[in-house]
């Protein structure tokens, strides 16, 4: 028995090894297969270098270029107030405003003539007074020269002075009178009404609030890297730059639904960075914001908040690429000519919400991949279908295309829609509107100039007929002019 307990168990092993290793060298063979997944498909575009336009976006508040406080200079109760003197209420230049009761001051002047009528009567008898000293001297026969009590010099001097004090007083007098009718220093609209009939002013109380309405400006905040790209003068001790071409903006405004837009110039940039934000402020400037327009277009009230678009700078030889084409904010995706993925790490010099702007790491046909791919991979194999046009609108401002354009229009000299040195100015002269023509001597001028097609004379006068609309209130076509020579 002692046998087989030991025997049992090594016999029971050395089955189960048996089987196990017969178990081992019977085993089928694993089935192989070979696993060749299909290239990516994608769709590439071969981008090509051009130029874009840079639009500075930014926004401001209206506000009225000229503001002021209407104050009295003289007391007195009000008498009358003009209909258009109330709250929003347009008034020109000269206007009366308000007069304030008079009486007081025709009495002083009554006063004040009387006063100048004695003081001239009591002129007239001293100096008769000092002739006839003069000639009792003469009479005499004496050597000596008459001192000046003797002629009555200094009664004569008082006066004289007293005559010039009671004609100072007489205008004091007239100038009050004058004060008591408040006017319109110049043509403008009521911001705020302080005072009514029967009212009773004295020197230092404010009458009302009122703004120009000639201009409106608004103050739009720049931040530095936005002012690379704004071709503003700057302005040195000792000179005044002419910013009567700047940037072209366009504010744009949404009121109960509608969207309006107003167009202006940039006219100037405030004198220092604002020290909280690092930023700059240029100054939009909208001529005739109150007057009608063919499309009844809304005034562009003081107060309005605008979405304001600038025109900056021209990038040249830069390729403008859809912003979502972006990867990782350094790199896009391009196609070799294997058909394999390659990362290109680009140099972005300008972005908005739509497109960046390369100037570094893409050549002129580089196929970029417009399909997302995810986890792509270096050198992954793609099967790349190539489209002749992007599917999307990308901003772009091709001067080659315009300049060739503008090659291909009819020559004739400076003549009306001619392409030589005239040919721009006859596009302003085209907007000028028929019921509100050049000045004969101007429109002289100008076809003198554009029949010479002399640039020298051309130039100058652009900025004369310019000059001459904006006093009009007329909108030009923007632009700098013919091409230097």
């Not at 060739?404 to 020559?411: I, T």
């Not at 100008?446 to 004369?464: C, T, Y």
Request: charged content about 25%; overall charge negative; glycine content about 8%.
């Amino acid at each position: 028995m002692k046998v087989l307990r030991i025997l049992l168990p090594l016999v029971i092993l050395g089955i189960s090894g048996g089987i196990a290793w017969w178990i081992y060298i019977t085993k089928p063979e694993p089935r192989e297969r070979n696993f060749n997944p299909g290239a990516t498909e994608v769709e590439v575009f071969a981008i090509q270098p051009g130029n874009f336009r840079v639009e500075l976006e930014t926004q401001g508040t209206v506000q009225a270029r000229t503001e002021s406080t209407l104050i009295p200079e003289v007391r007195g109760r009000i008498l009358e107030i003009s209909p258009n003197f109330r709250d929003g209420g347009f008034f020109e230049q000269g206007d009366m405003l308000l007069r304030i009761d008079p009486r007081d001051y025709q009495t002083e002047l009554v006063v004040a003539e009387a006063n100048l009528s004695q003081a001239e009567l009591v002129l007239a008898e001293e100096q008769a007074r000092s002739d006839q000293a003069y000639q009792d001297w003469e009479r005499l026969n004496l050597d000596e020269v008459p001192g000046d009590l003797v002629l009555r010099t200094p009664q004569l001097n008082r006066a004289k002075a007293n005559v010039a004090s009671a004609q100072a007083r007489l205008e004091n007098a007239r100038r009050n009178l004058v004060k008591t009718e408040i006017v319109a220093p110049y043509a403008g609209r009521v911001l705020n009404q302080n005072v009514d009939v029967g009212q009773f002013v004295s020197p230092g109380n404010q009458l009302a609030r009122i703004y120009a309405v000639d201009f409106a400006e608004v103050r739009l905040p720049l931040t530095e890297s936005q002012l690379s790209f704004l071709e503003l003068p700057e302005i040195y001790r000792g000179e005044q730059p002419s910013f009567s071409d700047g940037p072209n903006v366009t504010l744009t405004s949404n009121a109960a639904g509608n969207t309006h837009q107003w167009r202006g110039r940039i006219v100037r940039a405030e004198g220092s960075f604002d020290v909280r934000t690092r930023q700059l402020f240029v100054i939009a400037q909208i001529r005739n914001p109150y007057g009608r327009t063919a499309d009844d277009r809304p005034p562009l009230k003081v107060g309005t908040f605008v979405q304001a678009t600038i025109l900056g700078s021209v990038l040249e030889n830069v390729f403008v690429v859809p912003r979502r084409l972006l990867r990782e904010n350094s790199f896009v995706l391009a196609v070799d000519g294997d058909n394999r993925l390659r990362r290109k790490p680009v140099n972005i010099v300008w972005q908005n919400d739509d497109s960046i702007v390369v100037d570094q790491g893409l050549e002129p046909g580089d196929r970029i991949c417009l399909t997302d791919v995810p986890f792509a991979l270096e050198a992954l194999q793609v099967s790349a279908t190539e489209l002749e046009e992007l599917p999307f609108e990308v901003e772009k401002v091709d001067l080659e295309e315009v300049i060739a354009r503008r090659a291909q229009r009819p020559a004739g000299g400076g003549g009306p829609g001619g392409g030589g040195p005239g040919g721009f100015l006859n596009q302003i002269l085209a907007s000028i509107p028929e019921d509100n023509p050049l000045p004969d001597e101007l429109k002289m001028k100008v076809d003198a100039a554009v029949a010479s097609g002399d640039r020298n004379r051309i130039r100058p006068l652009m900025q004369e007929v310019r000059a001459w609309a904006e006093s009009q209130g007329i909108e030009l076509p923007a632009g700098r002019g013919p091409p230097r020579g």
